[in-house]
Structure formats: C-alpha cells, structure tokens
C-alpha cells in the first residue's frame, strides 16, 4: 500500500510540473543551459565545462579603453552576509576598474530595506545614479514610471534564453524589458538536528508540511523551552514576505493568482479561506503555542541567526549563506558560546521548504536586476551609455553573475552554473544542491508597480494585526485584502 | 461717542505712519540689502517647500504614476485622513508620545539640575555622566535599547526575572500596549539631560542675595524655592518645554529604529506615519496633508515659543 493517497500525489505533481513549465516557459528549447533537466546531478554535471573571457565579451559591448562617467547604486551587502560575499563585492569593483580604467566609476552601497525609499526620493529630484541594481520586485514599479531605460541582455552582448524565464518576468513591463537579471536564489528550509533530537524529533526528518512546522514548533518549545520555528514579522523589511510567502502560497493561497502559471492578479485572494489557513498557522505558532520567538514582531533574519547559533531557535528559512554566516559569527564568539556555536553549525542541516496540505511548495522566487536610467532623472541630465552597458555586462556575466551570488544566491546568467568557479562553489558552499533543487518551485512577486508596497507593508501588517491580536485572524486577512484592492485602485491610505 | 471719536483720531495718525515706514524701510535700504541673500535662501529652503508640500496636498499620486502626472483632487487627501481610523490611532500615540516624554523629561531634568546645582564632591563627574544620553548618537541608542528590551534575550527582561520580580521574560516592544511607553521612556532618558543643562543655566541666574534674604526673614527650603527660585525659573522653563515639545512632535530616530511603527502601528507617530506614506508607500499627496497639519500645530506652538522669549527679553528689559 502507497504511503501517500494517490489524489494528493497527483495534485502534488501537477502543481510542481506547472510552476516548472511556469518558470520555464517558452524559451527553454533555445537555453543553453537545459531547465527542463535541472536537478542537483544537472548542476554538477555542468559545473566547469566552459570557461568564459568577461573582459572579452564585454570589451564588444563597450571598448575597454572607453574613457567616461558612471554613477552606479546597488543593493550591498548587510549585516546579515557573510565576509566571504564582502570580499567578492570588493573584487567586483577592483576587477572592473581593472578592466575599463578610463571609466571613472562612483558606485554607492546601500541595504535592501533603504535603497528603494533613497532611489525613490533621489528620483522626484531628478537625481538618480545613471545604473542602479534593484531588487527583484522593484523594477517593475520604476519602468512603468518611464524612469527606466528599455534594457534587454541581448543589448550588453548576453541572450534572453541565458536567463531564468521567471527573473525575465520581473523586467518586463507591458511587453518590453527594462533590466537583466543579476542574480536568482530561493531559500531553503534550515533546521538543528541536535535540538530535533533533543525533543525526541527525528533529527533527520524535517518537517514536511507546514502544518508539521506548527506541531514541531510547538514541541520543541514544550520539551526545551526554546523557540521553535524562527518566525519573522517585521514591517518594512523585506525578510517578511521572503518567509511568509512561501507558507501563504503553500497553503493554496496568494494576493492574487501570482502563483498560477499564468498570473493574471486580477483577483484579490488575500481573504481566501487559503490565505486565511496559512495566516493562522502563523498566529498557532505565535499566540497560541507561543513556540516561536517573541520578538518576532520586530526581528529580521539577521536578529534570527544569532539566536540560531545560540542553539535558541530550532528551524528557519534562509539562504544557503547563512551557513557561511554561522561560520563567521562563530569565529567572533569566546568561551562557552564559541563551544555552542560550534554544536549548532556540525548539527545545521538544509531541506526543502514544506508544502502545503495538498503538496503545494512554493518559495519566493528572489535576486536583483541591473538597469539604466532614463538621462532626465540622472544626476547631471545624462548617461553614459557606453560606461553603463559596461558595468550591466561586467555584472551579469557568466563570471561575476556567479561570483557575486556566491554564498547567497544563484547567477542571473545561466552560463555562470557552467564556469569552473560553480564547480569550486559547489565544493565549498555546503547545501547549496538544497537551495538550488528549490529554484524550479520559486514563484515571481507580482509583476505590478504596487508590490513593494504590498509586500513590505501591507502583508506585514496583515501579520502583526493578527498576531498582536489587533484583529482575529480573518479580520486581518480581510483588512490585508481590502488594501490591496484600495492600492492597486489607486486609492486607499 | 468717545469710542467714534477714538477711532476718527486714530484714523488720521494710522494713515500718516505708511509713508513714515516706506521712508524708513528706504533709509534703511541698506540694511535690507544685507540681509537680502539670507531671505533668498529662506525662500528657497523653506517658502518653496512649503509651498509645494501644501500644493501636493490636492493631488493623489498612484504608484504608478510619476509624481508629475499626480491627479488634482482637491481637499480629498484631508478628508480621507481626518476619516481614517489609523490618523486618529497615530494621533493619540503622538499626543502622549509627545506630552509623556516633555512633561517627564522635563521634571526628571529639573530635578536634577536642582541636585547638580549644589557644591558636592563628584559634582562634575555626575553632570558629565548624565549628559552622556543626550551626547551618544540617537541611532546607535536606538539599537542598544533595542537589545536590552529585547522580548526573548533582553538585558532588562533577564535582571527582572534574575531578581525575582518577574517570572518571565517580559514582552516590552513586541506588544501593541507596552511598546509605546517602551519607546517613551527611552525618549526621555535621551532628553531629560537637555532640560537638565537648561535648567541649570537658568538657575545661574537666580540671584543669591535674594534667597539669603529669604533666609534671614526665615523662608523654609521650599518657601525660598516656590517664592523665588522658581519664579526666576519661569521663562527658561517654557521655552525648555517648548522646544521639547517641538523635538517630540518631531522625532522619528527611536520609534522608526526600534519598531518601524509597529506592532500594528502601535508605536506610529505623525513622523514616522507620513515617511512610511511617502517614501515606503508613494502616497505623496497624503503624505502632504499630514505635513501640512503637522505644520499649523507647529506653528501654533513656535507662536507660544517665540511670545515666550519675547515675554523674557520684555521682563529682562522692563525690570
């Protein structure tokens, strides 16, 4: 006798094939890398077969003796990347000054929670950077603004079919490209083997539905006292979404259809009585059993992962980076903790993230895009084009696509998985076959100017009206639901 | 009669002091010329501004529309504010917010100045060390109380429970009835040493041959305290609590740090409330037309600020 009723394998099939042929679309016969076979054998079996020159290809878009002018902004690293990225951003710019030198860059960091509000106050001033690396749902809300430039990889020597169909989704605006890919990732499920064992859990097994989260949540924290599952619900951070979609669209829910193959986000199902189950499954773990960590309300991932290496949060969802992160949080503690920490990192392991109740998985399908901006919102009133289309090329190519995206994440250029550099990550980033066996299940944010809005403001107050008991569970995902459709109406406060 | 006859004989002197001014203002043309390059600079930096914030109040701004396709529609943006449950919500934070933290800054300074103006041995390492609030960077305070108010691991939740007051962690910032007095009270531990250095300058000026006076016509400590320290203590103490309120009214650092307005807008103030309309939700117009209310409650009280040294220059020039 089959272990699993057969009606919920085959919905469990049909859901994961969709979201595939989602993410892959039309265009994967023309892909030089072959998503239809993608698998961790796949990813390994063409680690380091090709070898890619940047300052060649990139020298064809804009000569390496070109002498100009760029201003460049991007997302930077945080306090929540480990040194190892640091350092790779810092070789990015080095190695880029090295190759164009008469380019005179001034590029900028800022974090992912402050650079859409800067980006958006620098351009009412018609004071842009001429490129800026946005996340992944921000570009959408620029270009149909007309603060963008129309951008597509074939325009900095790179094709179409070398990017994830689904990241391509998230630069196009009414039919046209406005970005390149940088850099895709989906998260994975982390948990602590030792603490499982400890609550007379499996310490192999991790949870495999949501629901199961709940019940080992609450029995961790009932045996040890500690948290269990790492919630995190704070306002305008971009942590919450990335953590709370995965559980809503699971669940059979959505703000809108986004997690449909053919999204059209006409309708509003944040009220749904899906989105409603996924909602209270957080409000179980918060309220009711009190299993997760109190300060969830005003934590980010980077507030969880000391408490993770402090042996005092049993399971999280993150980025295979966060292992490297654990590394170096290690190797700034003393004494006993330095010995805890220790236990915590040999007893980190990596699964998928959990389906739903029907066998729906789901994760946000992250990363960034480059774009040019249009001269008038620049900074002086114009662009270099030829010093942007550098620097687009030079960061979405094979080799920096890749390198960038070490730790945390996955190369925007397909072409980056067939360098000898993947195959080096491969054997140091450990789990990262996790997180890229979930890049088949990652579902795009809305493609709609009002997403960043929705994601880091509305869903999470959605979340701490509920948990806060502010309003019960279905007031809250009703409230959530009316603003989205007062925002995407134009209206609302 | 009188009153018609008042106003006939005013008529004339009010008529005849325009052209006195106009040659006054002519005369001095060339003090207006001096200060000509500073009144461009105000116009640009603060006419203008407000200017267009009151202007962008009639408009709706979609997020999909840039700013200079925003839709005129009229006084819309005030009625949806002045109708919505959440202004009122942020309006009642701000309201104690900003009365909790002034009004016990301001004792907590006046008490301490009182202490500290006293000779005693350690005198100035006690005022040097209680100053440190107000000197340290607001941001980094922010983070560091952050952490001691922490609701799974923080400092002071740990000594309470270690102490015996408490059985379990309490929940300070993550709970939508704690978070604002929370937050209040780190707003005062930055400010009172503000009010404290104002008060104590103030108390310079007391003059000390009037309380020996007292003395010898035999005034108890609080007799001489009510009957003449503190009256000389009058006019630095409004503008104290004036520029206080204005500040509170003002802050954004601590709450936007700490909470980011949260829980479920809890510890939302009127700053923190139109920056996350602006620049987190692109709602330009409402943003506008919060500024602009915000506005005429400050200018009212700049009014009282300036009567109030204005009413202290008077008192110093009268006597």
């Known amino acids: 006798m089959s272990k699993y009723p057969l009606g919920r394998a085959l919905v469990r099939g049909a859901f994961v094939s969709a979201l595939a042929v989602s993410m892959m679309s039309t265009t994967v016969l023309g892909q030089s890398v072959d998503l239809s076979q993608w698998s961790p054998e796949y990813v390994r079996s063409i680690a380091g077969t090709e070898t890619y020159n940047t300052a060649e290809q990139c020298g064809a878009v804009t000569p390496l003796d070109y002498e100009g002018k760029l201003t460049f902004w991007y997302q930077g690293v945080f306090e929540g990347d480990p040194d190892l990225l640091r350092q790779y951003y810092k070789d990015f710019f080095e190695a880029f000054r090295a190759t164009y030198p008469n380019i005179d860059l001034q590029e900028q960091a800022l974090t992912y929670n402050d650079l859409l509000d800067k980006f958006r106050t620098a351009l009412l001033g018609n004071a842009g950077p001429m490129v800026v690396r946005l996340q992944i749902l921000g570009g959408v809300e620029f270009a149909s603004k007309g603060y963008l430039q129309e951008l597509s990889p074939e325009d900095v020597g790179w094709k179409t079919e070398d990017f994830w169909p689904g990241a391509m989704k998230s630069v196009m605006w009414e039919g046209k490209a406005y970005g390149v890919p940088t850099n895709n990732e989906t998260m994975a499920f982390i948990w602590n083997a030792d603490i499982f064992e400890r609550a007379g859990l499996d310490p192999e097994r991790p949870p495999a539905t949501w629901d199961e989260v709940v019940e080992y949540s609450k029995t961790i924290h009932d045996k040890l006292g500690i948290a269990g599952y790492g919630l995190v619900a704070r306002k305008n951070a971009g942590n919450t979404p990335y953590r709370f979609m995965p559980q809503l669209w699971a669940y059979g829910g959505g703000v809108f259809d986004e997690a449909d193959p053919n999204p059209t986000y006409g309708e509003v199902r944040l009220d749904s009585p899906e989105s409603i189950r996924a909602l209270q499954a957080s409000y179980d773990m918060y309220v009711r059993d009190q299993s997760v960590p109190v300060s969830a309300l005003t934590n980010q991932q980077a507030d969880n992962q000391p408490l993770f290496l402090g042996g005092q949060v049993a399971m999280m969802i993150s980025h295979p980076s966060d292992y490297n992160v654990m590394l170096d949080l290690q190797a700034k503690a003393t004494g006993a903790d330095k010995e805890t920490a220790q236990t915590v990192i040999d007893n980190m392991r990596y699964g998928l993230i959990p389906t739903g109740p029907d066998g729906r998985r789901a994760v946000v399908f992250g990363g960034s895009n480059i774009h040019i901006l249009n001269p008038e919102y620049v900074e002086g009133g114009e662009v270099d084009e030829a010093a942007a289309k550098a620097m687009v090329c030079f960061w979405t190519s094979p080799e920096w696509s890749l390198k960038m995206a070490y730790a945390g994440s996955n190369p925007g250029n397909l072409n980056g998985f067939k360098t000898e550099w993947m195959k080096e990550r491969l054997e140091n980033i450990k789990f990262l076959d996790v997180t890229t066996s979930m890049l088949p299940y990652g579902v795009p944010f809305p493609t709609l100017p009002e997403t960043p809005e929705i994601m880091n403001i509305i869903i999470p107050d959605m979340l701490q009206n509920a948990l806060t008991g502010a309003m019960t569970v279905e007031e809250a995902a009703a409230d959530a639901a009316q603003k989205v459709r007062d925002v995407t109406d134009g209206g609302g406060l | ?319």
Request: hydrophobic fraction near 55%.
């Open chain 2, 1 to 319: 009669m009188t009153t018609i006859t008042g106003q006939l004989s005013a008529a004339p002197e009010h008529i005849a002091r325009r052209p006195n001014l106009l040659r006054q203002m002519w005369m001095s043309r060339a003090d207006y010329l001096y200060v000509l390059p500073a009144i461009v600079v105000m116009l640009v930096v603060i006419a203008y501004p407000i200017y267009y914030t009151i202007d962008l109040s009639f408009f709706k701004t979609p997020p999909g529309l840039q700013l200079r396709d925003k839709i005129f529609i009229g006084t819309e943006n005030y009625s949806a504010i002045l109708s919505s449950s959440v202004f009122w919500k942020v309006t009642l934070n701000t309201v104690i917010w900003t009365l909790a933290s002034t009004l016990i800054a301001f004792v907590l300074g006046f008490g301490a100045a009182l202490a500290l103006h006293r000779d005693f041995a350690g005198r100035a390492i006690l005022r040097a060390v209680l100053i440190i609030p107000w000197v340290i960077s607001a941001v980094a305070a922010s983070y560091i109380w952050k952490w001691i108010y922490h609701s799974d691991f923080g400092v002071l939740g740990a000594v309470m429970v270690q102490l015996g007051f408490l059985d379990r962690q309490p929940n300070f910032i993550d709970n939508v009835n704690s978070v604002l007095p929370s937050l209040i009270v780190v707003n005062i531990w930055r400010e009172f040493p503000f009010a404290m250095i104002m008060l104590m300058a103030g108390l310079q000026t007391v003059p000390e041959q009037l309380l020996r006076a007292a003395k010898v016509d035999g005034a108890s400590t609080w007799q001489r305290f009510w009957h003449v320290t503190f009256p000389h203590l009058r006019g630095v103490s409004t503008v104290t609590i004036l520029l206080l309120a204005v500040a509170n009214f003002n802050s954004f650092i601590i709450p936007w740090i700490m909470t980011g307005g949260g829980p479920s807008n809890a510890s939302h103030i009127w700053i923190t409330h139109i920056y996350e309309l602006a620049f987190g939700r692109q709602r330009w117009g409402v943003a506008a037309a919060y500024s602009v209310l915000l506005f005429i409650i400050m200018m009212v009280l700049g009014y009282f600020y300036v009567r109030a040294l204005s009413g202290n220059e008077s008192k110093e020039h009268g006597a």
